[in-house]
């Protein structure tokens, strides 16, 4: 096997495994660390974890687990995915997972490349960008579980981890993939165990591709994946057939919306003004046992019309911090969390069959309580967001990140389906 990814969220897991498959990569997912005798025929293989907000030392022996599951199919390098906005806890889970994945396998440096230009996430001198601004001063400021308030990745890298980090300046990108290897050497030279990757555009996406092709363990987003598959083009088989197993097959959809990301907000926004849409009480997850079965009756009902039914928490900083002082912000996303994982639960038995959801941490819950073990990968609806089908039962899922796509998604997953 080519590559072997470790995602630490289930959004993210597919965002790579789409851009994998789009570039012709046969990818499959596999929702937490499978049994030690399943066998799969991919080139590349992505574990997703929910690991990204989760206690440090559960984040790292989850992540070992998955190393260890990859290893033993003899994959050729690998790969530690997580966000293009470098979500992490004040502690962080990306300093303590990446330095037990370059002491498990024997290294000492490594890349740090959360870059993703086709969604605007640039990097330059080390400072991530969202859409032209500051990570710091980007919508990430007000995350419920991750809020993001540094966007200097070399400062949020040390701050968590054991080592120092430098960074391989935008002219050493745009010199080519030899001014990147030489910056990368000189650096590790100077005692760095990390490196930031400057990207402003798709070519930097292509050059930095290249310039980790030795490299055992890489870290960072999606589009480093994208430039390390398009580095290998002339090896990959027809993206079109390397997306058809994971296309869409299902009648009965559902949109379930957790993510309070400015654009999930716009999306839920615009879908709502056209479909039912029904918003999800806070207090009553924290309290009332039986209030998923009266969502699920709600959903129910409104099955069968011409858009599917969208039962959303999303909701702007304002309101978000209001609820997260009364309630506490693990207590209140953790209700949110369960509510829509027994909801999904219940629409899964009930036949629903197709599950529209934005937001990582929402998708994971989702993803868990259905108990699917793996997903095929298929074409993209946006940028960062294919179409998945379980691989153990006839059920099609769009993971979306909450910051990924327009603001017209929640139609578009309903219109793009082949
Ligand atoms: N109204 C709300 N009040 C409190 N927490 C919420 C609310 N809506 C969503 N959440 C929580 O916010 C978190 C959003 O994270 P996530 O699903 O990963 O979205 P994103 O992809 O935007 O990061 C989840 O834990 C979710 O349960
Ligand atoms: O890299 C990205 O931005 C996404 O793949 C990702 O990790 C999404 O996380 P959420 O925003 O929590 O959905």
């Excluded at 984040?59 to 390098?77: F, G, N």
């Excluded at 099955?303 to 209001?322: C, F, I, K, M, S």
Aim: with cysteine; net charge negative.
């Amino acid at each position: 096997m080519r590559l072997g990814i470790i995602a630490d969220d289930f959004t993210g897991a597919t965002d790579i495994a789409g851009f994998l498959v789009a570039n012709g990569l046969s990818t499959i997912q596999l929702n937490g660390v499978p049994e030690a005798g399943l066998q799969v025929e991919a080139d590349a293989v992505v574990i997703s974890l929910k690991s990204r907000s989760c206690p440090a030392d559960e984040a790292v022996t989850m992540s070992l687990a998955a190393l260890e599951w990859l290893r033993a199919r003899d994959c050729e390098q690998f790969f530690f995915k997580y966000c293009s906005t470098f979500d992490s806890t004040p502690r962080g889970n990306i300093g303590p997972v990446t330095d037990a994945l370059l002491d498990a396998l024997g290294e000492d440096f490594t890349v740090i490349c959360p870059a993703l230009p086709v969604n605007g996430r640039t990097i330059y001198n080390g400072y991530l960008f969202v859409n032209g601004v500051p990570l710091a001063e980007s919508g990430m400021r007000h995350h419920p579980v991750t809020p993001m308030t540094d966007s200097n990745l070399m400062r949020l890298m040390e701050a968590q981890s054991t080592g120092k980090c430098g960074d391989v300046h935008a002219d050493d990108v745009a010199r080519g993939v030899e001014a990147v290897k030489a910056s990368l050497d000189a650096l590790r030279g100077k005692g760095m165990r990390y490196a930031v990757l400057d990207v402003l555009n798709a070519a930097d996406v292509a050059t930095v591709g290249k310039a980790v092709a030795g490299m055992r363990l890489v870290t960072g987003g999606s589009g480093l994946a994208d430039g390390m598959a398009k580095a290998w083009t002339d090896r990959l088989s027809d993206p079109a057939q390397a997306a058809a197993a994971g296309r869409p097959s299902g009648e009965r959809p559902v949109v379930l919306s957790g993510s309070c990301s400015q654009m999930t907000n716009a999306q839920v926004a615009a879908y709502k003004d056209e479909a039912p849409a029904c918003p999800i009480d806070v207090v009553r997850c924290l309290s009332d046992e039986g209030y998923a079965d009266e969502l699920f009756a709600w959903v129910r009902d409104q099955q069968g019309g011409d858009l599917a039914p969208l039962v959303y928490a999303t909701t702007d900083p304002d309101e978000l911090a209001r609820i997260q002082k009364q309630h506490g912000a693990e207590q209140a996303s953790g209700a949110v969390e369960r509510t829509f994982g027994q909801l999904a639960k219940l629409l899964a038995e009930d036949g629903t069959d197709t599950f529209i959801v934005a937001g990582g941490e929402t998708s994971g819950i989702v993803v868990q309580s259905l108990g699917v073990t793996g997903f095929h990968i298929g074409p993209q609806i946006a940028p960062g967001v294919p179409w998945v089908r379980a691989v153990d039962r006839p059920i099609s899922l769009a993971l979306k990140s909450g910051n990924f796509g327009g603001p017209r998604f929640f139609f578009d997953a309903q219109e793009k389906r082949g």
